[in-house]
Nanobody
């Protein structure tokens, strides 16, 4: 399993970024996908999740209405569109593939992680 994130960077408050996660080594279209983030000095937290067919999505409260998770199964890629960014969105963002049949879970012991991409929101 390989997950490679891209699209991070430095953006001003109120700006936008789109993160991408290219997946390989497994049947991407069969798995739900998640985005996590880890702010400086804090624990990693779930940001968004999407089912294998895009039929359902889930967001943490702090990003609802600002972030959108989507996927393209033909390209084996999951995206996170981030709008109206705030300084508190500054974090390393990780792509995560949970185990088969898991949508999202408090446990992340058995899935696969990308290497992360830094997002910094600052003026």
């Amino acid at each position: 399993v390989q997950l490679v994130e891209s699209g991070g960077g430095l953006v001003q408050p109120g700006g936008s970024l789109r993160l991408s996660c290219a997946a390989s080594g497994f049947t991407f279209s069969s798995y739900a996908m998640n985005w996590y983030r880890q702010p400086p000095g804090k624990e990693r937290e779930l940001v968004a999740a999407i089912t294998s067919t895009s039929s359902n999505t889930h967001y943490t409260d702090s990003v609802k209405g600002r972030f959108t998770i989507s996927r393209d199964n033909a390209k084996n890629t999951v995206y996170l569109q981030m709008n109206s960014l705030k300084p508190e969105d500054t974090a390393v963002y990780y792509c995560y593939a949970p185990p088969l049949s898991v949508y999202y879970s408090a446990s992340t012991d058995f899935g696969s992680w990308g290497q992360g991409t830094q997002v910094t929101v600052s003026s």
